[in-house]
């Protein structure tokens, strides 16, 4: 079965409006997970790295107060895109390593954000 | 900076045929690899881990690992049209850091 889940798996949302999306590890307790963003025909950009009870960790060139990341607890983290603008419509995948950040990665099943 | 270089492709056997996809990377300190299959609109699914010089094999899959030539690669055998896809290497490092190539697109003719 699945080991993380996200929702919503799809959103249509306006020019300047906000957009929470929610990852789940349902099997077990993650410190760490993260998210990254996937343009079509292109590989996966790591965003940020999300800690339980501390600050996000932001790659080179993510805006953090954009993406604003909260991971709440040990299951769950949550991305919002703020402002969102055309160019944010993008795929949007949260993973979790089990064994650690450096050992194997378990996808959620995506969010296509679109931004009309 | 920590890479992972894969040929894009696209590469395209024929139904039976063994597919190979190889990756190379770039930091001698990393110490696990990892492939994953992606199909398009879908994230990706972890298909083999290897974390030692040599062969590990799982029913049709067998990744081998080469420290020494800095070098990954992923042999399927038998290929059917459903392993049309993109396959993702990854590496780890014990500094925390997961870092991707960009991918290989297969196909598989029937």
């Known amino acids: 079965g699945a080991v993380v889940s996200q929702h919503p798996s799809w959103v249509i949302c306006k020019s300047g409006t906000s957009v929470k999306i929610e990852c789940r590890s349902l099997d077990f307790q993650a410190t760490t997970m993260f998210w990254y963003r996937q343009f079509p025909k292109q590989s996966l950009m790591l965003m940020a790295t999300?800690?339980?009870?501390?600050?996000?960790?932001?790659e080179q060139g993510v805006e953090k107060d954009k993406f604003l990341i909260n991971h709440a607890s040990l299951t769950l983290s949550t991305l919002t895109v703020t402002s969102a603008h055309p160019e944010d419509s993008s795929f949007y995948i949260c993973s979790v390593p089990p064994s650690g950040p450096s050992y194997e990665q378990y996808f959620g099943p995506g969010t296509r954000l679109t931004v009309t | 900076q920590k890479e992972v270089e894969q040929n894009s492709g696209p590469l395209s056997v024929p139904e039976g045929a063994i597919a190979s996809l190889n990756c190379t990377y770039s930091d001698r300190g990393s110490q696990s690899f990892f492939w994953y299959r992606q199909y398009s609109g879908k994230s990706p699914e972890l298909i083999m881990s290897i974390y030692s010089n040599g062969d590990k094999e799982d029913g049709r899959f067998t990744a081998q690992l080469n420290k020494a030539s800095q070098y990954v690669s992923l042999l399927i055998r038998d290929s059917q049209p459903s392993d049309s896809a993109t396959y993702l290497c990854a590496g780890g490092d014990t500094g925390n850091q997961f870092y991707f190539g960009t991918g290989t697109s297969l196909t598989v003719i029937p």
């Open positions: 999300s800690n339980e009870g501390s600050k996000a960790t932001y």
